[in-house]
Structures are given as structure tokens and as C-alpha cells.
């Protein structure tokens, strides 16, 4: 067991999880952290969508374009410095807490919802 309180599906049901492609990145000098301004298109329903993530300790600019990622697209959107983050990209840390993202094993069409 975790010490998260137990959820419902209905708290599952609630969150939009969808595939999308990093389609421009960009390092971002404000943020507090080091971290990457990421445009990412989630096809023709929910558009290209802005996020910021602290990913810079795995990646690099040029490894990032046409890589897809799962978000988060139905959090409000949150100002982090200068920057509109609107989705919220997902990842887990690794052994020594650097994020790595959450991705499909296989190219699927972006716009794609988890299940």
C-alpha cells in the first residue's frame, strides 16, 4: 500500500491522460530549476499544448523533438515564471530522483487517451 489516500475510478475517470509529440523545446533560463519550455501537439482536437519540465538531466534539446510523452491536458494551466505551462508531462524519477518520461513503447496516434 501507498501513503496516498486509496482512489476511485471515478478519481481515475477524472484525469485526461494523452499521448502527444514534442514538436519544439526550449531551454528555460528563468525557472528556478533547470528545466525545458516543451511545445507538444496532441492532434487536431486538443492542438499543440505548452509544458514546462525539469527533464534537463536526461535530455537534451535535439533528443526531444518527435519523442512522445503522456500528460495531463485538464489541469488548469499554471504560470511558472514568464512561462504558460498547460499540460503537465509525465514522468517518474530514477535512483537518484532525475525524472524520466513516460512514453508509449510504440508511435500511436497523438491525441490518444490512457486507459
Not at 19 to 29: A, C, E, N, R, Y
Not at 50 to 72: C, E, F, M, N, P
Not at 73 to 80: E, G, W, Y
Request: charged share 25%.
Amino acid at each position: 500500500m501507498t501513503d496516498r489516500p486509496v482512489a476511485t475510478i471515478e478519481d481515475f475517470d477524472g484525469l485526461d491522460i494523452r499521448v502527444g509529440t514534442i514538436v519544439d523545446v526550449q531551454t528555460f533560463p528563468e525557472a528556478r530549476k533547470p528545466a525545458f519550455k516543451l511545445w507538444i501537439d496532441f492532434g487536431d482536437a486538443i492542438g499543440i499544448k505548452r509544458s514546462s519540465a525539469q527533464i534537463t538531466v536526461h535530455y537534451k534539446l535535439d533528443q526531444l523533438i518527435g519523442r512522445q510523452v503522456l500528460a495531463v491536458v485538464n489541469f488548469p494551466p499554471r504560470q511558472i515564471g514568464p512561462f504558460l505551462s498547460e499540460v503537465l508531462t509525465l514522468g517518474v524519477p530514477d535512483e537518484d530522483g532525475a525524472v524520466v518520461l513516460l512514453r508509449p513503447d510504440f508511435k500511436v496516434p497523438d491525441g490518444g487517451r490512457m486507459f
